[in-house]
């Protein structure tokens, strides 16, 4: 099977851990953007890298590269693309786009437009039009066109892989399997010590660090992929790829996960969601306030997602919360390292104590900084090496 580029994108600022992600799975690094990553490979390596990205968002696998002016130009380059060899008859197709041309003000006609080319390709060779839709679950085309240069892909992952088949019960504001992956990595978890998370709301920070703990393959929950609609997939490849992802997971690490919440429909939801990641028995929770989070003996990483405040009169009461985060950084979490995630740069600033790194993530279209503490160990009945700046 013949090699083409591979762009997987990831949510923007996030690139950087996606790379050292492709790297270790053995593919080699095309480029670098803001908000992807691009590599080589076969479609059948897109089946691996589906299965054991942690930031990646979509796999995109190119099938033509060309120059359109117009929609007709456009048009008439799809209907040219050998569409039969990709799609099966009575299949279901979708066509998302990323378009950025001056002869188009809705993208939505580019889609109408790459869509109508492929259905009319199948139907003057079959006499047979492909049933067409928003849905992904069929076949996904993506088409990316920016001035006249057009990338016409498909789109193997079909739903976005943070979709990772876990999170049946959300809460309010939930944050993205992908993110709190990336947000994990940059903090160096591996598994080694404990990992702490007060104010866990639907639980996302603390499975993904479970995952990640045992090495188990993010995507092993998920029964539906883009690829596995496209002609030629080859069903045998796919089960033995999983197996040996099960295969090669741990069994145990050393460390504890703990997860609280005050509110306890989030603690339940947690645990639900757990549940069907198949962690539950690796995580314990509590209902109690952030501050009230037991803290077991030895190292490892407590790590908080606050409210941002984002609405009026928000802020002013989380004030209180954030120099809170700070004593109990200092008076609970002596030897371990501190990380909050937040959006509100003014609030972070209440916490009190000396950052060691910001690093800069997106929540959505919130620009966000995961903040660093470094909680230096003393006596128990000194804990003050931190200090206040």
């Known amino acids: ?38 590599t ?19 796999v995109l696998f190119l099938l033509r590269e060309f120059r359109a002016r117009d929609p007709e130009e456009l048009y008439h380059k799809v209907l040219t693309l050998p569409w039969e060899n990709y799609i099966l008859e009575g299949s279901y197709l ?46 996904v085309v993506h088409l990316y066109w920016k001035g006249e240069r057009c990338l016409v892909y498909l789109d193997t992952s079909g739903e976005p892989l943070s979709k990772r088949g876990y999170r049946k019960t959300p809460v309010e504001a939930p944050m993205q399997e992908t993110l709190a992956a990336a947000v994990l990595l940059a903090a160096g ?9 007060p104010m866990c709301g639907s639980g996302t920070l603390a499975i993904e660090a479970t995952l990640i703990a045992l090495g188990r393959a993010p995507a092993l929950l998920r029964d539906h992929f883009g690829f596995m609609h496209l002609k030629g997939f080859n069903e045998s490849l796919w089960r033995d790829i999983r197996a040996r992802a099960r295969k090669t997971a741990k069994r145990s690490f050393d460390g504890k996960i703990i997860a609280t919440d005050l509110h306890r429909e989030a603690v339940q939801a947690a645990k639900q969601n757990a549940a069907t990641a198949g962690v539950d028995h690796w995580i314990e929770f509590g209902i109690c306030d952030y501050s009230e989070t037991p803290i077991p003996e030895g190292t490892g ?19 209180g919360t954030y120099k809170g985060m700070g004593d109990f950084f200092k008076k609970k979490c002596e030897g371990y390292e501190g990380y909050i995630l937040t959006g509100n740069f003014d609030l972070a600033k209440k916490v009190g104590l000396r950052t060691k790194r910001r690093v ?10 995961l903040l660093e503490y470094e909680l230096y160990k003393g006596s128990r009945k000194h804990p003050s090496h931190l200090g206040d700046g």
């Not at 997602?305 to 002013?316: A, I, T, V």
């Not at 800069?360 to 900084?369: A, D, L, V, Y």
């Open 1 to 38: 099977m013949s090699k083409s580029r591979i762009v997987i994108t990831c949510a923007k600022g996030i690139s950087s851990y996606l790379k050292e992600e492709v790297l270790d799975l053995g593919f080699p690094i095309l480029f670098e953007e803001i908000s992807s990553i691009g």
């Open 94 to 139: 979708c066509v998302t786009s990323t378009v950025d041309t001056e002869t188009i003000r809705d993208s939505r006609f580019a889609n109408l437009k790459c869509k109508d080319a492929i259905v009319d390709r199948f139907y003057q060779r079959f006499r047979k039009r492909p049933d067409s839709g928003p849905e992904r679950k069929g076949v």
């Open 301 to 319: 990483i407590v790590m908080l997602n606050p409210p941002y405040g984002e609405r009026l009169g928000d802020k002013k009461g989380l004030e």
């Open 189 to 197: 978890w591996k598994g080694n010590g404990n990992f702490i998370n």
């Open 360 to 369: 800069p993530f997106f929540n959505g279209e919130i620009e966000c900084r």
């Open 40 to 58: 080589e490979g076969t479609l059948e390596d897109t089946l691996k890298l589906n299965l054991f990205l942690r930031t990646g968002q979509r």
